[in-house]
């Protein structure tokens, strides 16, 4: 299993350009999350989702959309990139089927916006 | 704002020596977990304690949960240079099944050999 993989690696974007950062998992987790970590800072939830169709916000969802139309991806769409939205982008994914509930991590996407 | 909040922020210590990180949290929760980072990586998942637990071991981990003090402590023992990372602790607060955590801040663990 190659667990979470996200794309791009790397970003560099200008202030009002919109993207969308991809992230797929192939452990059949019905759970997605995204997340994002400045310099010195913990984890910010910025969307979650429980299933196919189904998101909900975390903690800082502005500037941010996201769907869910099957298990396996949840993509992450900037609407219009602004500097206080360079970060590390980072996706994870868990199972109820787990006893301990234990999110799986993506490697990350390092975001720059100029 | 951050639901966990880790204390230290930063840790220094030898080799073979233990490494103790508190968590403080705000609001109720049905468990805690820890996580670790290495160098900007994602993060990996150490150990989690349910809400009616008040120790877990897991290897060199030892997690305590004191609920009316909304506060969890991680001690890694006999540390050594590989566990030099950032630890985080996180907590469910929307009770979605783990799937919607609360990160603190972190404690940066750096052990020399």
């Known amino acids: 299993n190659a667990g979470v993989t996200q794309t791009p690696k790397f970003q560099v974007l200008k202030t009002g350009q919109s993207m969308t950062l991809q992230c797929a998992q192939d452990?059949?987790?019905?759970?997605m999350s995204w997340y994002r970590q400045d310099p010195g800072m913990g984890l910010r939830l910025i969307h979650y989702s429980v299933g196919a169709g189904i998101t909900d916000q975390g903690e800082v969802p502005n500037g941010y959309n996201v769907s869910r139309s099957t298990t396996e991806d949840f993509p992450l769409r900037l609407l219009s990139a602004a500097p206080s939205q360079t970060s590390v982008y980072f996706c994870?994914?868990?199972?109820?089927?787990?006893?301990?509930?234990?999110?799986?991590f993506g490697p990350g996407t390092r975001l720059t916006v100029t | 704002s951050q639901q966990g909040e880790e204390d230290p922020q930063a840790l220094s210590i030898q080799e073979g020596e233990n490494a103790t990180m508190n968590c403080s949290y705000k609001t109720s929760i049905n468990n805690l977990q820890w996580y670790r980072q290495n160098s900007g990586r994602g993060l990996v998942h150490l150990i989690l304690?349910?809400?009616?637990?008040r120790e877990k071991h897991s290897g060199r981990l030892r997690v305590t949960l004191d609920t009316s003090k909304k506060s969890s402590s991680l001690l890694i023992t006999a540390s050594r240079a590989a566990d030099t990372a950032s630890y985080f602790c996180a907590t469910d607060p929307y009770n979605q099944a783990g799937t919607a955590l609360i990160f603190g801040k972190g404690t940066t663990l750096s052990v020399s050999s």
């Open positions: 304690i349910r809400s009616n637990e």
């Open positions: 994870a994914s868990s199972t109820t089927g787990g006893q301990d509930y234990e999110q799986y």
């Open positions: 452990m059949n987790h019905e759970y």
